[in-house]
């Protein structure tokens, strides 16, 4: 499949996204149309001069704007230009409709492509009614058009209370979390900044690596993984990447995927310092994590593909990392400023246990980092390292110096 794009900016990291995005939906794009517009044309978006340019360049391409579409901006141009018409947020949905492995997912993407399809039905529907005069009745076209709204309103009811009951088994889940008191770090950041190369090389277990990929929406589902991070327990929870001008409906039916960051002790930002406006990347992840009302969540960000660095100079934000999650470049440092932020408030207490007290000492076994464990006459000599709050029902074992 080959295509032509149309935008309405001269900023090519525009240009570069949209390109991306084609490759993700297996489309190759053989030419850039760039139209600079004082003002929108309601009925077809571009005007009637760049409409005919972009005629004479098509062969059997379809035509791609990145700026979303009127349904009666896209069957205009679709009649004018006698060929397939779409845009950047159907680009998007293409994408993650592909991706889309797990239940959760596939009805999140499924929502969101109704989400999106309604209100275009609606607009074609007004739109015929306008041509038929407003007169009352009703032409085969419209008749359809109706049902077809119906069909999809009917199907997104049922999409959004099977998503419900899943999203309830979810909560249940990061409750059990919350019980084990197990910190819970998130990645966060925009879509293929690295993420997932940094929870595989983060997590020991190789049996339970998530995809990866060079690719924009490698990751849809959210998956969390134990790690040990300075000899402490931690959940390490991977997301969906976030991108600039990402649909509103996209972000709504994720929203339950993205409810995970809401739990989280630490928010890792990884930056992909290859790409040249990683400012903008940071800023677009930094707005989504404001709409989800965690905004104040301690965050580190972790400059990542320092190997693939060509722009030397980068200007951080702190606190920071500087890191190679696919070459483990700078690792130490990263576990240094994660402990240094989840673990400050944790103590070494020395404990002396009788072994009458068999089930709080495995509740202390069992809950905290212990670093020496000795079994003596008349009881079991604990030395550990937790918040005081944490073991507050157990302090009157502590040994007194």
């Known amino acids: ?74 069957k205009n141009l679709t009649d004018l230009l006698e060929t397939e018409v779409t845009d950047r947020t159907d680009l998007i949905l293409r994408i993650f409709d592909e991706r889309a492995k797990t239940k959760e997912a596939k009805l999140q993407v499924e929502i969101a492509r109704d989400q999106y399809l309604l209100p275009r039905l609606v607009g074609m529907q007004e739109h015929m009614s306008h041509q038929q005069g407003g007169s009352g009745f009703r032409g085969s076209g419209e008749k359809q058009i109706e049902l077809d709204r119906r069909i999809i309103a009917r ?93 509103h409906h996209l972000i709504q039916a994720f929203r339950s995927t993205l409810e995970e960051v809401k739990e989280a002790d630490l928010f890792l930002h990884v930056v992909d310092t290859s790409f040249e406006d990683y400012q903008m990347q940071v800023d677009t992840t930094n707005e989504v994590l404001k709409s989800l009302g965690v905004e104040n969540t301690p965050m580190i960000y972790v400059y990542n593909k320092i190997d693939l660095n ?56 069992q809950h905290c980092y212990v670093k020496e464990i000795e079994y003596l006459e008349k009881s079991i000599y604990l030395k550990i390292e937790a918040r005081r709050q944490e073991i507050k029902n157990y302090l009157h074992y502590c040994l007194k110096h």
């Open 155 to 247: 199907k997104l009811a049922r999409s959004r209370k099977e998503l419900a009951e899943i999203v309830k088994q979810r909560q249940v889940q990061r409750q059990r979390r919350k019980n084990n008191q197990i910190p819970v770090i998130a990645l966060v950041g925009y879509t293929n900044s690295g993420k997932s190369t940094l929870l595989n090389t983060l997590c020991q277990d190789k049996q339970k690596k998530v995809f990866e990929k060079d690719m924009l929406f490698a990751t849809l589902e959210t998956s969390t993984r134990h790690i040990k991070m300075k000899n402490h327990d931690c959940l390490l929870t991977d997301t969906v990447g976030f991108i600039e001008r990402l649909p």
């Open 310 to 365: 060509k722009y030397a100079y980068i200007q951080p934000q702190s606190p920071y990392v500087f890191i190679s999650a696919k070459y483990k470049r700078g690792f130490d440092l990263l576990e240094d400023e994660i402990s240094h932020l989840l673990f400050k408030d944790y103590e070494v207490f020395e404990l002396s246990i009788p072994y009458s007290q068999g089930e709080d000492f495995k509740y202390l076994h």
């Open 1 to 74: 499949m080959k295509a032509i794009l149309v935008l309405t900016s001269t900023n090519p990291f525009y240009e570069e996204e949209l390109k991306s995005l084609c490759e993700a939906c297996h489309i190759e794009v053989v030419d850039v149309v760039i139209q600079k517009l004082e003002k929108i044309n309601p009925a077809t978006y571009i005007g009637k001069g760049k409409i005919e340019e972009i005629k004479l360049k098509l062969q059997d391409e379809m035509v791609i704007f990145d700026n979303e579409l009127t349904p009666l901006q896209v």
